[in-house]
């Protein structure tokens, strides 16, 4: 299904938000990861990626790589997600700010960035001009930060996992987004203690991030069903998936995500940091956006699967190499 930018969903969901808000009913996102293998998972850089919509075709068929997980489709509207720690939101406001839900007033931590619709920009990137209004120690102007005491609290015993939205509308090529993401975990004065990033090439880079180091994604694929391997990669249609594959859309309906992200060593490292008094400074960016409002949001009860073997960007071609020349398109549209 194609997206499109749409003023009166977003207007929609936030009367749900506010029917939500009065009855008091909670709308955690609830997800099992399914296994990290080389079908489900591919990395770049220091992050993990698994397509939640391969994860549900597989899982339905039975596929054990894919077994236990879900359930899908996580649902990402904004009535869905007011009570996650948003990082990007088509809509912001009161009613889907990070405090008084799911943080208390008073804690430490952004509220969220708003992504633009393809109308009005077709990139994002977190800057001091559209920096959230609330401030706080640890807080710096251009990205979003959280003290990672409330993020464990918040957390819960669950993973630390990044849940995104993709938007795009059109078919083959223009359903294409490059995306880049840096996670620096910083102390009070804001100084980098470690970092971890989400790009193609390794370690973290220096602000402005090359566009050659954006990780593309596009819409329709098949994935052969025995190697993992993706074809048909921006153009697929169901009927070009062969028997017994997967066809997967990377671009489902305004209301559903498509991606989820995580990080081993974030994860590993994270209550030690947050006995140190750290805070997490998230920086993400990205171009190539033609309809509206990316979302991304850290999942409060989201369980991550132990590791088989976390494969390399080229077993993979999830978001992989075969879509680089994607990439080289995009840039020169850039």
């Known amino acids: 299904m194609f997206k499109r930018s749409n003023f009166k969903i977003f207007k929609a969901a936030l009367i749900m938000v ?58 990402s509207s904004p009535g869905q997600i007011y009570d996650q720690a948003i990082v990007l939101s088509g809509v912001v406001n009161p009613q889907v700010n990070n405090m008084p839900s799911p943080f ?14 393809g109308a009005t920009s077709t990139s994002f990137v977190m800057s001091g ?13 251009g990205s979003w930060e959280v003290k990672l005491s409330d993020l464990v609290t ?3 015993g669950h993973g630390l996992v990044f849940l995104f939205d993709n938007n795009q509308q059109g078919g083959a090529v223009n359903q294409a987004i490059s995306i880049w993401g840096q996670v620096n975990i910083t102390n009070a004065a804001g100084v980098s203690q470690d970092c971890v990033q989400f790009s193609l090439g390794s370690g973290c880079s220096s602000l402005p991030p090359s566009l050659a180091s954006y990780v593309p994604a596009v819409g329709n694929y ?10 048909a990669i921006g153009t697929a249609q169901s009927s070009d998936c062969s028997a017994g594959d997967y066809y997967v859309n990377d671009n489902l309906s305004t209301s559903n995500a498509e991606y ?33 409002y990316e ?37 020169r549209r850039h």
């Open 18 to 75: 506010s029917a939500a808000l009065s009855t008091g009913m909670v709308q955690a996102t609830v997800l099992q990861l399914a296994p990290i293998n080389t079908l489900t998972t591919t990395t770049y850089n220091g992050f993990q990626i698994q397509s939640l919509d391969l994860n549900q075709q597989c899982s339905a068929a039975g596929d054990a790589r894919c077994l236990p997980s879900g359930p899908y489709p996580v649902q």
């Open 154 to 156: 918040y957390l819960n």
């Open 222 to 231: 098949c994935v052969n069903s025995v190697t993992g391997a993706s074809y």
């Open 295 to 331: 979302q991304l949001w850290i999942c409060s009860e989201c369980t991550i699967a132990p590791t088989n073997r976390v494969p390399e960007p080229d077993s993979l071609a999830l978001l992989g190499v075969g879509l680089l020349g994607l990439l080289s398109v995009r840039r």
């Open 260 to 292: 989820a992200v995580f990080s081993s060593y974030l994860n590993n490292n994270l209550q030690t940091w947050a006995n140190a008094g750290y805070f997490m400074s998230v920086d993400v960016r990205y171009f190539g956006n033609n309809a509206g």
């Open 104 to 117: 208390p007033n008073g804690s430490s931590v952004d509220n969220p960035f708003e992504t633009p619709n």
């Open 129 to 141: 001009a559209n920096e959230p209004v609330n401030t706080f120690t640890g807080d710096k102007p």
